[in-house]
């Protein structure tokens, strides 16, 4: 599977962002899928989730700021992502879920909220 994240960026707290990630190689479609994040020092983390059929969840660190959506015409899984806070700060990537499915990681996008 081929993971490609992009949209990443510097921007003051506050502010938004819009990752997307570009999913091959796989029947996405039919996969739930993930965004994840790593801050530097820290273990990766799931934030958002949303399944094949469209159902969301949410981190509690992230809920009523993030907004996960797919697009299976185009392969495609975006985080939509409000009023950012420094601490949102890390590496982003997507990915399927559950987590034990995961075979590979792409390069992730990086996202810097500066305070």
């Known amino acids: 599977v081929q993971l490609q994240a992009s949209g990443g960026g510097l921007v003051q707290a506050g502010g938004s962002l819009r990752l997307s990630c570009v999913v091959s190689?796989?029947?996405?479609?039919?996969?739930?899928m993930g965004w994840y994040r790593q801050a530097p020092g820290k273990q990766r983390q799931l934030v958002a989730t949303?399944?094949?059929?469209?159902?969301?969840n949410y981190a509690d660190s992230v809920k009523g700021r993030f907004t996960i959506s797919r697009d299976n015409a185009k392969n495609t899984v975006y985080l939509q992502m409000n009023s950012l806070k420094p601490e949102d700060t890390a590496i982003y990537y997507c990915?399927?879920?559950?987590?034990?499915?995961?075979?590979?990681w792409g390069q992730g996008t990086q996202v810097t909220v500066s305070s």
């Open positions: 990915n399927v879920i559950p987590y034990s499915q995961i075979s590979n």
């Open positions: 190689g796989s029947t996405f479609s039919r996969n739930g």
């Open positions: 949303i399944t094949s059929f469209g159902d969301t």
